[in-house]
């Protein structure tokens, strides 16, 4: 059994910094493109930030030169670096992965359950 957790999220003011993670636990084979997702009130679940397991990035326009997305595949853990904070930023973040189980011949999707980040103005 594969399970994401992620974490770090919190109340912040506007302007300021948080660092989420998501960590992979369970027999891991291998894990693919990572991404962070984020659904605020009222909003389509949207796309911020992806990792492909060779270390290839991709931001949500929104978002780009404000957070950084990180993996350490040695870990089974990928991190997100949110700077510069905006009240739109408030949302629940989730992190995404496509995982190969050690006893399974294919790739499997994955959700966490989410962290709550909140920016204040």
């Known amino acids: 059994q594969v399970r994401l957790m992620e974490s770090g999220g919190g109340l912040v003011q506007a302007g300021g910094s948080l660092r989420l993670s998501c960590a992979a636990s369970?027999?891991?084979?291998?894990?693919?493109?990572v991404g962070w997702y984020r659904q605020a009130p009222g909003q389509q679940r949207e796309l911020v930030a992806a990792i492909t397991s060779g270390g290839n990035t991709n931001y949500a326009d929104s978002v780009k030169g404000r957070f950084t997305i990180s993996r350490d595949n040695a870990k089974n853990t990928v991190s997100l670096q949110l700077n510069s904070l905006k009240p739109e930023d408030t949302a629940v973040y989730y992190c995404n992965a496509g995982v190969r189980g050690r006893n399974s011949f294919r790739e499997w999707d994955y959700w966490g359950q989410g962290t709550q980040v909140t920016v204040s103005s």
């Open positions: 369970g027999s891991i084979f291998s894990i693919n493109t």
